[in-house]
C-alpha cells in the first residue's frame, strides 16, 4: 500500500510513501502522518491526501511512512476537496493550503526520540556511529538531534536498529491531548449530619457526575468534599473535558417572532439545497435574527452550522446573541485564541461534539461533518480576504464549500458588494431582501455637508457643532467617525515639499500625539517626530486628521463633553476594549471617536447621532471598489444612530454630488449599484472580469530591468488567458524597504481565470527563482 502524502513545503505537490504492514489497518484519508523527508531524512508532519495501491514511482526511491499517530482524520474528505480547490485556485501548493489552516498544536515534527538498549557489533558506520553517540550521551536523544549530528542515512540506520533490538525509539509526541478537569460522583447512599455535606449528596443524586468547580459554585468547600471522599461516599475522578473559551454574560434572550419577510427567507433558506443566498437589508431589518432561526433549525434535523464573521464583528456581544439561541455549546474559532484552544476547536468539529461553530476567515477548514449551513456576516468585508499565501477569499470558498458539502450558503449584508448584488440579479445567487427595519423607527436622516463650502472649526462644520451641542444637551450620544487613528497624517515642508516618510514603504507617517511618535501605519516602524525640513529648516505643516486629533479638537469645542476614542490604539487590550464598549453602552460617555471598529457590531443604545467626518477622502484611492467602500462606510456607520430611538446623521464631504455620497444619504441603493455596475461594465472590472495582481518586491530597483524583460516573455505565454498590461511601479513603490512593481492582469472568464493562474505560477517558479514576488489572485488591495 502507498499514501500520497502533503508536506508543509511550499512545493506544488504530494508525496509518495510505502505504508508498512503494520500500519496498514490506522490508513486513512485526511489523517497525520510522520514521514522522513529530504536528504537527510528529517521527519515531518505530514496530511494523507489518498491511498493506492500502486505507484509508477521508482520503488527504490520510496520511502517508508514513520508513524500514524491519530486514531481520527484531521481532515474531512470534504475538506480535502475544499484544500485543493484553494490551491488551484490562489496559487499555492496543497501542502502549504493544509498546513496554513491546520493549528500548528498538530504539527509534531520535534518528537521522536532514541534511547539505547545494548550495545553489540554492527556493520554499517553509521549504525556504529549512532550507538557510540547515545552511549556517549546517555539517555534519550531526539531523532532530529541524530539527524543533524551524524552522517548518512540515519532514519535507515535507526530503523535497523531498532529491528535488531538495540535501540528503543519513544514518541513524546506533544499530541494535543484534551484538557481535563475533576468530576466527583456518588458511591453510596449514608446519612450525613453537616448541611453541606447533605447538600452535596442532594446535588449528586440529581446529576450523576459533577464537576469540582460546578460544586464549589454551590458554596461547598473542598475540604467537605475531601472529607466524603474518605469516607468513601463518594468518588473524585479527572475526565476530558472539551477546553471552552471563557463564557460570556447572556444579554439576549427574547423570543422573537419573524415578520412575514424574515418568515420567507428562513423558509427558502430551510428549504435550500445548495444555493447560494444572498440575504441583504438596510441596517436592523433583521438579517441576523434570520439566519440565526435558519441555523437553529438546522441543528435541530441534526446537522451543523458554520457561521463566518468579519475579525472585528466577533464580539462578545455577538457571541452572546448566537448564545441565546444555542447555549453554551457553540465553538469559536479565531486568531487570537491559543495554541490548545484551537486545536481543541478543531477536535470538537472533527468528533461532532459541538453543532455551531463561528469563526473568522480561518474557521473556513474546519472539519466540520455534516454541514448543513454556511453563513458568511457582512460578505463585503475585506477581512475575507487572506494577505498571506494562500491568498484565499473566505467567501468565496465557502461558496465553494457549500457546493462540496451540499449545503445551502448564506451572504448577509445591508451593503452587499457589488460583485455580490450582480450575481444576486444574474440569479446565480437567490436574493432575499428585507426592505423595512423591524422597529417601527425609522432609519436616521442624512444631512450632507459640503465641506468646500461650509464654515468649519478645525475639522467641525457649523451644523455638526450645532448638532453634537444638542445631542449631548439631551444626555445622548454621537459617534465621530474617521478611517485613520493618530493625530496628522503627514508634515509636509511648505518650501521643499519634504514629506516625512517612511524609509523602508514609502507612505507619510503618521503624528501619534498620545506616544508623540511618528508611526508607519503600512510597516509599523516608529520614528522620532521632526518639526522642522530635514532639508531646509522650514517648520512643518501639518494634515489630514487622525482620531487622536479629532480628539484633541472636540475637547476645546465641547468643554462639557466628556469624550472616549474607541480605535485599534484603545481597544488593543480585548480586556479593555471590553470594559470601554460596556462604559459606553453604560452612557458613561458621551461623544465617541471611531474608527471602523466603532462602525459595526456593537449596539448603543444612547447613540442618536452618528457623524461621517471625511466621507469621501478614500474616493481619490487608485482602487476601482474606493466609490463603493465610501457607500458600505456611509450606510453602515450612519446605521449604527438610532437602533432604540430616533437619529440622524451627518456627512461630511468635499464632493456630495458623487454618487456613493448621493445615493447612501438618499438610501437608493438601486441606483448605487446600477451606476457601480455600470462603470465596472465600461472599465471591465470585477464582476465583469477577473483580476490577478502580480507584485514583485525587489531589495535593489536596479534589479527591475531584468525582471522587466523576463516579464515580457512569460506575458506572451499568458497572452491566451490574461490581458497583460506592463509592469509599473505600486501606488505604495516601496513597502519594508522593498520596491514593488505591480501588473493588473485581467481574465475575461473564470476557467481562463484557473488556467492562467496555474500557467503563471509554474512560469514564475522558473523564471524568478530568488526573488520575492506574490501572485494575489482576485485582490481587495489594490495599492
Ligand atoms: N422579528 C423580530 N421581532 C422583534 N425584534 C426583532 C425581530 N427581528 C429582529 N429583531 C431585533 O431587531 C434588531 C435588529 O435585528 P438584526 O440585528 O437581526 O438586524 P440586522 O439586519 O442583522 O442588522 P445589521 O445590519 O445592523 O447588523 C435586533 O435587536 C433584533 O433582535
Ligand atoms: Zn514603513
Redesign the pocket.
Known sequence: MYAEVALNIPIDKTFVYRVPENLVEKLEKGKRVIVPFGRKDFLKTGIITDIKEKTEVNPSFIKEIFDIPDSFPLFTENTLKLAEEIAKRYASGIGETLFFFLPSGFIIDESTYIYLIKDEKVKGKTERDILNFLKEKKGKVKLVTLNRRIKGSVYQAVKNLIRKGLIGKEEAITYPSLPSKKFVSLLKEETVRGAKEKLLIELLKEKKEISVDEIKKSGIKSHTIKRLQEKGIIEIFEKEILLDIKKQELEDKRK????SD?KKAFEKITNGKNETFLLY?V???????VYLNAAREIVNRGKSVLILVPELLLTPELRARVESYFGENIAVFHSKLSKKELTSQWIKAIKGTTKVFIGTRMALMLPIKDLGLIVVDEEQDVSYKEQQKPLYHARDMAIKRGKIENCPVVLVS?TPSVESYYKGITGEYIPLE?KKR??EIPLPYIKVVNLSEEKKVGIFSQPLITAIKNTIKKGEQVLLFINRRGFFSSGFCPECGFVAECNDCAVPLVYHKSVKKLICHICGKTYKPVYRCPKCKTKLEFKGYGTERVEEEAKVLFPEGKIIRLDQDSVKDPIRGAKLISDIKKGKYNIIIGTQIASKGHNFPKLTLVAVLLADVGYLLPDFRSSERVFQTIVHTT?RAGRFKPGAAIVQAFEPENPAVKYAREYRFELFYKEEIEARKIFNYPPFSFPVLLEFQLERSSKFKTVESKFNVLKEKLSPYFNVPPLTPAPIPKIAGRYRFTSFLRASSEENLIKGVNLLKNEMQLLFKGIRYKIDVEPVYLL
Not at 283 to 289: D, I, P, V, W, Y
Open positions: 422573537i417572532t419573524l415578520t424574515q437589508g441596517t436592523g431589518s433583521g438579517k441576523m435574527e445591508a428585507l423591524i422597529s446605521g
